[in-house]
């Protein structure tokens, strides 16, 4: 059973940083595409980064790329999302998600798994 945990959320202060992590378990991880994802009560849920399981390549929305950088650790089955110059407007709830990569580079898109979220506050 494909199984994600997300870890590392809290509050912050605009300006700073904060690194998510997303443990994964019950699949072949290299098999697997893995995305990071928010989401604001009332609001659509927005994908913000992707790692592909098979070239390594990534991709971020364009509003977080380079303050957002998405990587992973395929010996520990994680994934981090490392977030700096942090926002209000980036208060969410975060979640990592996964979809077979069925031999696509692709990562950017739906995924089939998903985790429970963690709760990211950018707040003085």
């Known amino acids: 059973e494909v199984h994600l945990v997300e870890s590392g959320g809290g509050l912050v202060q605009p300006g700073g940083s904060l690194t998510l992590s997303c443990a994964a378990s019950?699949?072949?991880?290299?098999?697997?595409?893995i995305g990071w994802f928010r989401q604001v009560p009332g609001k659509a849920r927005e994908e913000l980064a992707c790692?592909?399981?098979?070239?390594?390549?990534?991709n971020y929305l364009y509003s977080v790329k380079g303050r957002f950088f998405i990587s992973s650790d395929s010996a520990k089955n994680m994934v981090y999302l490392q977030m700096n110059s942090l926002k209000p407007g980036d208060t969410a709830v975060y979640y990592c998600a996964a979809n077979d990569a069925g031999g696509s580079n692709w990562c950017w898109g739906s995924k089939d798994y998903w985790g429970e979220g963690t709760s990211v506050t950018v707040s003085s």
């Open positions: 790692i592909s399981s098979t070239d390594g390549s990534t």
């Open positions: 019950g699949f072949t991880f290299d098999d697997y595409h």
